[in-house]
């Protein structure tokens, strides 16, 4: 088996999450040379759910279905009354799975727009360490991976919108790096330079009214 170019974390935890608009939206991208798997980290894990999102990625992109690693709030070994979601364990599971040098995060209710692969592309031949600001939307109507309405809460535009190019990275001090439209190489956390994009400013809509508990 062929080792992939890059690897992408999907963590979730939805019942409903937006991985079909996900895969449509990266499969509209992809060009036949690139090499990507797709590592969905599902903290509902089961049989079922993995034939979910196999289907959705309809064999244009490799999908890898895996449950997070145990941890004192999540799993068998948990020390809570419940299983409460931990999304740093569930990248990190990503992680642990991923056999790619470069390594993307994206959120569970995002939608990449256009351009958003080409900038994970060029910063993964870079070995870039990026993150992409995000729009938040309502009654968002997809079709085929395309966005084509939604109403923007004016109170869900990310803070570092203003410093983004959607045609280049450009330099942010490090506090600025954090969120789920991530990415970085395999072995190192500070690979290069620290660059952010707007990354086609991918649009986040929460199909439910629960919001990550990061």
Avoid at 27 to 56: K, P, S
Avoid at 101 to 125: I, K, Q
Avoid at 130 to 140: E, L, N, P
Wanted: glycine share 8%.
């Amino acid at each position: 088996m062929s080792v992939p170019a890059i690897s992408v974390v999907f963590p979730t935890v939805r019942d409903q999450c937006a991985f079909d608009w996900f895969a449509d939206a990266l499969g509209r991208e992809l060009r036949d040379a690139d090499d990507v798997e797709v590592i969905v980290v599902d903290a509902l894990h089961d049989a079922a759910r993995g034939a979910h999102f196999r289907a959705c990625a309809a064999g244009r992109i490799p999908v890898v279905h895996v449950a997070p690693k145990p941890t004192p709030y999540q799993g068998p070994h948990r020390r809570t009354s419940r299983d409460c979601f931990a999304a740093a364990s569930a990248r990190n599971t990503g992680i642990v799975h991923a056999r790619a040098p470069y390594v993307v995060f994206a959120d569970d209710c995002a939608l990449p727009m256009p351009g958003w692969w080409r900038a994970v592309r060029r910063a993964a031949m870079n070995g870039e360490v990026v993150a992409g600001a995000y729009q938040k939307r309502w009654d968002m109507r997809v079709v085929d991976g395309a966005l084509v309405s939604g109403r923007l809460e004016a109170s869900g535009v990310d803070s570092r919108w203003s410093h983004g190019d959607d045609a280049r990275p450009v330099p942010i001090e490090g506090g600025r790096l954090y969120g789920a439209s991530f990415s970085t190489t395999s072995f190192s956390m500070g690979s290069r330079a620290v660059y952010p994009a707007r990354w086609g400013r991918t649009e986040k809509n929460a199909r439910s009214a629960d919001e990550r508990a990061d």
